[in-house]
C-alpha cells in the first residue's frame, strides 16, 4: 500500500533465543498436562477429530507435542490482504507494520463538546469516514459499536458503515455463526464487484480467548466458519496479568503461547494452510481499580514480545497499542500512546489494532483524538523510516561546496531533501509563542476539530455500485426481521 511500512534496522527484541524456546516448552507442557477447557460443541468434536485427547465429562482436551508442532508447520508466513482497492491491499509479513483503529467501544467522545455520550449509526459511518481519508490508517475496522440499532442487528450495521464508506481492507465480525456468515455474505458481494483478480483474502476476523485456558462458545463458532470460507483470523488473547493470567509477564506470555497454540490446531485441521496472525490485546490489571490496563508499559512489552513469537512461529503478528487509559486529551493520553505505539511498532508488531482514537480504558474513542493519533503515527513512521546513508545524503559536496560559515538555508540540496528527511507536522504548534498568541492562541484539539470537520464535509468514499447497495438493503431487512423471530 505504502512504502514507509517497512522496519530498514534490526527488530527491537527483548527475548534470546532461550528465552522464545523456555516459553514455547511451557505453553506445550500447559496444552499438554492442564489441557483446554472447551465448552463449544463443534470445537470439541474437531479437537477429538485432530487425535487430540479429549475427555467428555470434564470437557478438558490435552494436546501432544507432535499435534502443535505438526499444525504449525501448516501456517503460511504471510499473506496478502485484499481490498476493494487493489492499491490499498496489505501485505502481512516480513518487517511490514500496519496501524489499525479502535476496536468498538460503546462510547464516542462528542466531536463538538468532547464529553462521553453513546455510539451512534452516524458515528460509526463518519469514523470509517475519516479513517478512509487518513493516510497512515491502514484498513477501516468500524471503530465503534452502535447502541441505537435493534439489539443483535449490530454486526450488520457496522459492517455496511464499512463497505459504504471505505475501500480499504476491513474486517469482519464473528461473534456466532449467523454473525460470521453475514459478514461473509457481503465480504463476498464485495468480491463479485472487483474488476481485478482477488490476490488474497478480503476480510479477516480478531478474536480473543477466554483467559485461562477456555474457548469463547460465539467466537468460535464465528472461527468456524471464517475458516472454513478461507478467511484468515487472529488469534489473540486478552489477558490480565495478575487476574486471568499470572502477574509475571513471562507467565502470562506462556498462557496466552498456549491459548493461542490450541486454536492454531483447531484452525489448521478445519483448513490446513489458512492463514493466521499471532496476537495479543494482554496487559497488566491495575490492582486498584481491577481494569486492564490499556495505556501500561507492560502492554507494550508484551506487543514486543508478541512480535518476537510471531517471528518464532513464522506468523504475522498483531498487537494492541494507542489506546490511552486518560479520560482527557492530556500529557497522561499522550504519554501512554507514544511509548505504546512507538515500543510496538520498533519490535515489528505487523498489525497494530487501537492506534487511533480509543481512550479511557478502551470505552470510548474520541474523534478530536483520532486526528492527534493520526498525527503521531507520522512521528512513528519516520522513526521506522531511520536514518538514509548514501552519497546524497552524507552531502560532502554540499559542505565543500558551502564551506566554513556557509547556510544551508537556500541550498537546493535542502530544497530537495528536506521533505524527505523532515517530518513536518500539520496540528503540532512549532511557532514561537508570541505568534501563537497572535494566531489566536489555538488549541491542539481545536485544530483537531477543524480536521475532522473538513473529512467529514469534503472527504468522498468510493461509492459501491447501486446493485450492491440495493442488496443490502435487502439483507437489513433479513436481519431485522430474523431478530423479531427470536
Not at 485461562?212 to 483470523?233: A, C, M, N, Q
Not at 507492560?298 to 513464522?314: P, S
Request: aromatic content about 6%; overall charge negative; proline content about 5%.
Amino acid at each position: 500500500m505504502m512504502d514507509w511500512n517497512g522496519l530498514k534496522g534490526d527488530y527491537l527484541e527483548f527475548f534470546s533465543r532461550d528465552d522464545l524456546d523456555a516459553i514455547h516448552a511451557t505453553a506445550l507442557k500447559i496444552l499438554k498436562e492442564v489441557g483446554l477447557k472447551v465448552t463449544n460443541d463443534q470445537a470439541f468434536e474437531i479437537f477429538a477429530d485432530t487425535g487430540a485427547d479429549v475427555d467428555k465429562e470434564t470437557r478438558i482436551v490435552t494436546f501432544s507435542n507432535s499435534l502443535v508442532e505438526e499444525s504449525l508447520d501448516k501456517v503460511p508466513n504471510g499473506f496478502i490482504w485484499q481490498a476493494r482497492d487493489p492499491e490499498k491491499n496489505l501485505i502481512m509479513r516480513d518487517t511490514l507494520v500496519h496501524f489499525s483503529p479502535a476496536a468498538c467501544p460503546p462510547f464516542v467522545r462528542d466531536l463538538e463538546t468532547g464529553e462521553q455520550r453513546p455510539v451512534t449509526y452516524r458515528d460509526c459511518c463518519n469514523m470509517v469516514k475519516i479513517n478512509d481519508a487518513l493516510e497512515r490508517v491502514s484498513d477501516c475496522f468500524c471503530p465503534v459499536f452502535p447502541t441505537d440499532v435493534p439489539t443483535g442487528s449490530e454486526h450488520f450495521y457496522m459492517q455496511r458503515a464499512m463497505v459504504e464508506n471505505s475501500d480499504k481492507c476491513l474486517r469482519g465480525r464473528i461473534t456466532g455463526t449467523e454473525v460470521a456468515l453475514d459478514s461473509i455474505r457481503i465480504m463476498k458481494k464485495i468480491t463479485q464487484i472487483s474488476e481485478t483478480e482477488p490476490q488474497g483474502p478480503n476480510m479477516i476476523a480478531l478474536t480473543d480467548t477466554i483467559s485461562p485456558l477456555r474457548t469463547d462458545d460465539e467466537i468460535v463458532d464465528g472461527i468456524i466458519e471464517f475458516v472454513k470460507e478461507g478467511f484468515p483470523v487472529i488469534l489473540s488473547a486478552e489477558m490480565m496479568a495478575g487476574a486471568t493470567g499470572p502477574a509475571t509477564l513471562a507467565g502470562s506470555l506462556a498462557l496466552q503461547n498456549a491459548e493461542i497454540l490450541s486454536h492454531v490446531v483447531l484452525c489448521q485441521h478445519l483448513n490446513p494452510g489458512i492463514p493466521l496472525i499471532y496476537g495479543t490485546t494482554s496487559s497488566i490489571m491495575d490492582m486498584k481499580s481491577s481494569m486492564l490496563r490499556y495505556g501500561a508499559p507492560e502492554m507494550a512489552l508484551i506487543n514486543a514480545a508478541t512480535a518476537q513469537l510471531g517471528r518464532y512461529y513464522g506468523m504475522p503478528s498483531r498487537g494492541a497499542a494507542g489506546c490511552a487509559d486518560a479520560k482527557e486529551l492530556d500529557m497522561q493520553a499522550g504519554y501512554e500512546v507514544a511509548i505504546n505505539v512507538l515500543l510496538s511498532a520498533l519490535a515489528g508488531v505487523n498489525y497494530m489494532t487501537q492506534s487511533i482514537g480509543g481512550m479511557d480504558m478502551g470505552l470510548s474513542v474520541s474523534y478530536r483524538k483520532i486526528m492527534i493519533d493520526h498525527e503521531m503515527l507520522g512521528s512513528v513512521i519516520r522513526c521506522l523510516e531511520g536514518i538514509r546513508v548514501d552519497e546524497e545524503a552524507l552531502a560532502y559536496e554540499v559542505v565543500k561546496n558551502l564551506g566554513p560559515g556557509g547556510t544551508f538555508l537556500a541550498h537546493m540540496h535542502t530544497f530537495q531533501n528536506f521533505k524527505k528527511e523532515h517530518f513536518i507536522p500539520e496540528l503540532a504548534d512549532v511557532d514561537s509563542y508570541s505568534v501563537w498568541n497572535e494566531k489566536g492562541r489555538k488549541s491542539l484539539e481545536d485544530k483537531a476539530r477543524e480536521q475532522v470537520e473538513d473529512i467529514l464535509k469534503n472527504h468522498k468514499p468510493a461509492p459501491l455500485p447501486k446493485s450492491v447497495t440495493a442488496e443490502l438493503d435487502e439483507m437489513e431487512q433479513e436481519v431485522l426481521e430474523r431478530i423479531k423471530e427470536k
